[in-house]
């Protein structure tokens, strides 16, 4: 099982990013996919989720109108779209496989750092 985050970067205020996360070794279009984020000296959060199919997601408040969550399901990836970044927004970010049936289980990437910052 492997996850493999990419995109991460330096962006100055109000740019854009777009991180990648390419999966192999599961099923990768039964799982739930999730972004999570963590800045230096707090805990990691969940920032957006995609159902498997890609027919529902959710969002952070905080991230909410600016980060798009997306999947290929035939390129078993998955994408996070961030717009109008602001220096909070500062943090490693890790994709997270889930799937949740007929047993728990969860694949962790190994982060990709994002760094907003004039």
């Known amino acids: 099982v492997q996850l493999v985050e990419s995109g991460g970067g330096l962006v100055q205020p109000g740019g854009s990013l777009r991180l990648s996360c390419a999966a192999s070794g599961f099923t990768f279009s039964s799982y739930v996919m999730n972004w999570y984020r963590q800045a230096p000296g707090k805990e990691r959060e969940l920032v957006a989720s995609?159902?498997?199919?890609?027919?529902?997601?959710y969002y952070a408040d905080s991230v909410k109108g600016r980060f798009t969550i997306s999947r290929d399901n035939a390129k078993n990836t998955v994408y996070l779209q961030m717009n109008s970044l602001k220096p909070e927004d500062t943090a490693v970010y890790y994709c997270?496989?889930?799937?949740?049936?007929?047993?728990?289980?969860?694949?962790w990437g190994q982060g990709t750092q994002v760094t907003v910052s004039s």
């Open positions: 997270k496989a889930t799937i949740r049936s007929p047993i728990v289980r969860e694949h």
């Open positions: 995609i159902a498997s199919t890609g027919s529902s997601t």
